[in-house]
């Protein structure tokens, strides 16, 4: 049985006072192959609660963990999973033979639509620097009719990646009724003229999850799935965390997702909200643990600046993807200068921790004063954003390690 743990306010004639509380809900009522997963999540943020027992009002429910039976968990794998990427999985598709290489990756915001040309020029731009996947954000949700500028981005994507020597992939984000999202990555999926890998994006929004599984149930063939889990914060007050959704997510063996809640460091100018007053440890303990899953891939995002992606690296080594946004395209000179400059200080930070741990260094040396002054030379927001060497970090940090010490 899911069993749910939590805690009511009771709001009794003489003041508040919080109830702890469990209870079971009978496995039956969640089978996975008819969205059991979102019936359980649609029951709990609506009337599973009682409002009022006698004369005891009940309001304000925090949910503390939702604990579901290995069958469903096991239901869960053998409907979706059959095929499921590794993190080795996913480095393959992108022939990424050099271990230490970490998987770039550049989100592009079509704000209020989006001219094919410009789009080709950035994409060119970035993935002939080094960018290995470009994927399109939810700001502007392209609709089923631009199938063939998708394609001829990917074709942009394969061609400049080609002669680079390297491979890299266009996502088209589907995050649209799931009806019309599954249909289209099937139609990505198959479609015979597109560059490999064939990678799409499913945000974790209101449709994702059964996008997710409709695509996981096709008898196409899989395509790399990306996700941003959007509802993980809201639905966290009624799922125990926002780990759940990210879990929900993983179950139906999404490839990448950002799991939330990743390492800041000083000076951050976008706050990345948490589900407590966290910190470097246990953000950087939180995404170990699920590189040491095996899958899915965790992504470093949210809004992160160059200056700290060399802590970041140290941090949480070459497993993760490091999805760009702002970090790529506010660089003073434009995104191919975005591009290249986050692709050497990821180059830069691998050298550095290789030499670090051959030579028992506690972490790698700093950036060269060059990049540094690159780095410090962005405005986001009009603000200056300071590089975060990673020797100042461990050193504010003492019981964090670098990932090759673990």
Not at 93 to 103: C, D, V
Not at 375 to 394: D, K
């Amino acid at each position: 049985m899911p069993r749910i743990s939590g805690i009511h306010l009771h709001k009794p004639h003489n003041g508040a006072r919080q109830a702890e509380f469990t209870m079971h809900l009978p496995a039956w009522m969640f089978p996975i192959a008819e969205g059991g997963l979102q019936h359980l999540v649609g029951i709990l943020v609506s009337d599973t609660f009682p409002s009022q027992i006698y004369e005891c009002l009940l309001s304000d429910v925090q949910v503390k963990e939702v604990d579901l039976p290995y069958g469903i968990i096991i239901d869960a794998a053998t409907l979706y999973r059959a095929n499921e990427r590794t993190i080795l999985n996913v480095r393959n598709s992108f022939n990424m033979t050099n271990q230490g290489e970490p998987l770039i990756a550049f989100s592009f915001k079509p704000r209020v639509g989006f001219d094919l040309t410009f789009a080709q020029n950035v994409i060119r731009a970035v993935v002939e620097e080094g960018v290995r996947l470009v994927e399109f954000d939810t700001r502007h949700l392209s609709s089923t009719s631009h199938m063939n500028d998708w394609k001829t981005l990917a074709t942009t994507v394969g061609d400049a990646a080609g002669r680079q020597g390297h491979t890299a992939a266009f996502a088209p984000n589907l995050s649209h009724p799931s009806h019309l999202a599954v249909e289209q990555a099937i139609q990505w999926a198959e479609a015979a003229d597109l560059p490999e890998p064939r990678v799409v994006k499913v945000d974790g929004g209101l449709d994702g999850l059964g996008t997710l599984q409709g695509i996981r149930r096709s008898s196409s063939r899989q395509p790399i799935v990306t996700s941003y889990p959007l509802m993980r914060r809201v639905l966290s007050q009624y799922l125990g965390s926002s780990d759940t959704w990210v879990d929900f997510f993983s179950m139906c063996a999404v490839d990448i997702i950002y799991p939330g809640n990743r390492p800041t460091f000083p000076e951050e100018y976008r706050a990345v909200g948490g589900d407590d007053a966290r910190g470097l440890i246990n953000s950087s303990l939180r995404y170990r643990a699920l590189v040491s899953r095996g899958r899915p891939m965790p992504s470093f995002t949210a809004g992160a600046h160059p200056g700290h992606l060399h802590s970041a690296y140290e941090l949480l080594g070459p497993d993760v993807a490091y999805f760009l946004g702002d970090a790529i395209a506010l660089h003073p000179s434009g995104q191919r200068r975005g591009a290249r400059l986050c692709k050497e200080i990821l180059r830069l930070a691998q050298e550095n921790a290789e030499e670090a741990k051959r030579k028992e260094w506690a972490n790698g040396k700093d950036l060269p004063a060059r990049i540094v002054t690159e780095i410090e030379s962005y405005r986001p927001n009009g603000r200056v954003v300071r590089y975060a060497p990673p020797r100042l970090v461990f050193a504010q940090n003492p019981t964090l390690q670098p990932f090759y010490r673990l």
